[in-house]
């Protein structure tokens, strides 16, 4: 008997997985649960006592594995140019809007500095420098009496998004990422020098100091949390790229599951920075991930009208500090429930203003642009026109 493989199932829909709509609004979910528990208590220790670690640890590398997936298939067929125009005009305007909302209206309103004092500071104009992947997280003022002091911390994560940008530009110019024999090459390039470089820190701190922005830099690469997200996007990658050999299997699924659910109950958080932690849990949180994006899933109500999930990953803090602010919570589950009705509110308003819109400049890049501008064009036409 055949064995099933994700290839054959993401022919089966036309290219277009069934499940990665739900997987990705999902996750969004998931940062807003886990926010409201750092904007509440000013940080996630009680997470480190409970199996809830594990959910701080898993959600932002499943998007990044998504985010590889789909961009692969995009990639594939795109030049340079047109690709990062592509990525550009995804990224850019939705974070444009609401970095520019939330440091001169919502700063603006909730600043505790007269007015002139807040749009001058060096501070506010610095908070613009998160367009360019130079992150900021605090506007002058702005919810200093809070636990969690930030605006809006879910921004850490756009130099990595860019880096893994520039690596897949890398795969572009040289033709690997069509060439599936070569592929491989690369997570086992990264894996060696990750380790390599685990290995040769300790040699270096052994033999004297060394400062700089460049050593900074390579220590969040290869140690910090993000070398996860680099990992699981370079894994997504992969998946794509070899969907024709990998099982759509669910025996395999549940032992991904059962061993991820096994190490958040028995393992402790700090389990979570070693790299025995990434060796073992990356590539089960990928294939996780994947499966569930190629299997059919029933739509979401409302959140099936758009592609809310950016928006709610954007808006989602700034939102939450600000219900804080007027409510201050002392129950996550109070604040989760009213954290998504008002950020799924923002990320519907940031989808049909700004993001649709740029969707029709998207269409000869993105192939996923061109299927939601076609459904879009079929939720318009009456049911009786089109049965």
Known sequence: MTTKTMGDVHSQYGGFAPGFDFMRVALALSVLAYHCVEIIEGNFARFWTTPGWFMDYAVLPMFFSLSGYLIAAS?????????????????????????????????????????LDYYSSPEFWRYFTNLFGWVNFYLPGVFKDHPETAVNNSLWTIPWEIMCYGFMSALIITSVIKKEKLYWIVPAAA??????????????????????????ALHHVFVYRGNVLLITFLLGIAT??????????????????????????????????????????????????????????????????????????????????????????????????????????FAALSWHLVEKRVLKLRKKFSFVAERRLAEESEEAIPATVQS
């Not at 592509?86 to 505790?112: C, D, K, Q, W």
């Not at 052994?206 to 900074?216: C, L, S």
């Not at 996550?332 to 998504?340: F, P």
């Open 191 to 216: 894996l060696l020098l990750w380790l390599g470089y685990l290995i040769g820190q300790d040699f270096v701190f052994a033999n004297g100091p060394i400062d700089g922005v460049f050593f900074h």
């Open 240 to 345: 794509y790229l070899f969907r024709d050999r990998i099982p759509y299997s669910w025996p395999l699924l549940w032992f991904c599951v059962g061993t991820c659910a096994a190490a958040a109950c028995f393992l402790p958080a700090a389990w979570q920075w070693t790299p025995l932690s990434t060796l073992i849990l990356a590539p089960m949180l990928v294939y996780i991930t994947m499966f569930i994006g190629l299997t059919k899933l029933p739509n979401i109500p409302f959140y099936s009208t758009g592609d809310y999930s950016y928006g709610i990953y954007l808006y989602g803090m700034p939102v939450q500090q600000t219900l804080f602010k007027f409510f201050h919570f002392e129950n996550e589950w109070v604040m989760l429930l009213w954290s998504i009705v008002f950020s799924t509110m």
């Open 75 to 115: 990639a594939t067929r795109l030049k340079l140019k047109d690709f990062l125009i592509n990525r550009g005009l995804r990224i850019v305007p939705a974070l444009a809007v609401e970095v520019i909302l939330s440091a001169v209206v919502l700063g603006g309103v909730f600043t505790t500095l007269p007015k």
